[in-house]
C-alpha cells in the first residue's frame, strides 16, 4: 500500500518512470505533482484521492485489477478530483463489484475485464462521468454496471464485438459531440438516454440485444443503422426515436 503523505512527507514530486504496480493508493494530505509518464498504475485494491490537493499531469492509466486482480469489493473515492487519463477495470475472478464512493469523473472508461461477459457489475455506487470515451477493449469483456454512466465531454464510443457489449445506463448529457464508432452492442437491460450535445453516428451501426431502452429526445439524434439481435429482444422507446435503416 501506498501513502502518498506518509511515503513522501518530504518531497514535492513522484514520477512513475513504468508500469507499475501497488494495493493501495493514498494521496490524503498530499500536495505534490505525481507525474504518471503516461504509463499502467495497476490498483489491486483501492483508491483515495484525500482532499485533492495534488496535481496529476502526462496522465496514464488507473488500471483498478491490473489484468490479473480478484474483485472483492475495492473501493475509488476520488473528492470531486478528475481521474486524468483512463480509468480501466481488468479483473479475472471474483464476485463483489468495486464500489465508487462518491460521484467519479474521468477521462476515459475502458473496460478490460472478462468478468463483464458473466452479468456481474464491474462497478456499483455513485455517478460516474465520463468526460471522453467508453470502451470494451477485447472479446468477452463487457460493461456492466449498476450505476449511471454520464457523458459529459467530447468522446466515443466503441465495442470490441457482439460479445463485449454495453450493458449499463448511459446518459448523453454534453455541450460537446459524441461519436459512434463502428459496430456497437449492447445486452441486458442497456438504457440509452440523450438529454443534449451532438451525436454523429455516420457510418455506424447500433445493434441491441435483449431488453433495450431508448431515450432520444424525441428525434434530437439520428442512429445510422438500428439492429434488434436475436429472437425475444424487447426494445421500448421512450421518446420517438430515428434511423437511415
Known amino acids: 500500500s501506498i501513502s502518498m503523505a506518509h511515503g513522501l512527507q ?3 514530486s513522484c514520477t512513475l518512470n513504468s508500469n507499475r ?3 493501495n493508493i493514498s494521496f490524503t494530505n498530499w500536495t505534490g505533482t505525481f507525474d504518471m509518464n503516461t ?3 495497476r490498483i489491486y485494491g483501492n483508491i483515495d484521492f484525500g482532499s485533492s490537493l495534488f496535481t496529476i499531469i502526462n496522465a496514464g492509466s488507473w488500471q483498478m485489477g491490473g489484468t490479473t486482480g480478484v474483485m472483492n469489493g475495492q473501493t475509488i473515492k476520488t473528492n470531486g478530483k478528475v481521474v486524468s487519463g483512463t480509468l480501466s ?3 479475472t475472478s471474483g464476485s463483489t463489484s468495486v464500489v465508487l464512493l462518491d460521484d467519479v469523473t474521468c477521462v476515459q472508461l475502458q473496460n478490460q475485464s472478462p ?7 464491474i462497478f456499483t455506487g455513485q455517478t460516474l462521468y465520463v468526460l471522453g470515451n467508453i470502451i470494451t477493449s477485447s472479446a468477452g469483456r463487457s ?3 449498476t450505476t449511471p454512466i454520464k457523458m459529459i465531454g467530447t468522446g466515443s464510443i466503441t465495442t470490441f464485438s457482439s460479445n463485449a457489449e454495453l450493458c449499463c445506463d448511459i446518459e448523453i448529457n454534453t455541450a460537446g459531440t ?7 452492442f449492447t445486452n441486458q437491460n442497456f438504457k440509452l438516454k440523450h438529454t443534449s450535445g451532438t451525436v454523429i453516428t455516420a457510418g455506424s451501426t447500433f445493434t441491441m440485444g435483449s431488453n433495450t431502452t431508448l431515450d432520444t429526445n424525441n428525434t434530437a439524434m439520428t442512429f445510422n443503422t438500428l439492429t434488434l439481435n436475436g429472437t425475444g429482444t424487447v426494445l421500448t422507446l421512450i421518446t420517438d426515436c430515428r434511423c437511415n435503416q
Open 89 to 91: 477495470f481488468g479483473y
Open 10 to 12: 518530504n518531497s514535492t
Open 39 to 41: 504509463v499502467f498504475l
Open 178 to 184: 459524441i461519436t459512434f464508432v463502428g459496430s456497437i
Open 115 to 121: 468478468l463483464g461477459s458473466t452479468i456481474l457489475p
Open 21 to 23: 504496480d501497488c494495493k
Open 143 to 145: 460493461l456492466h454496471t
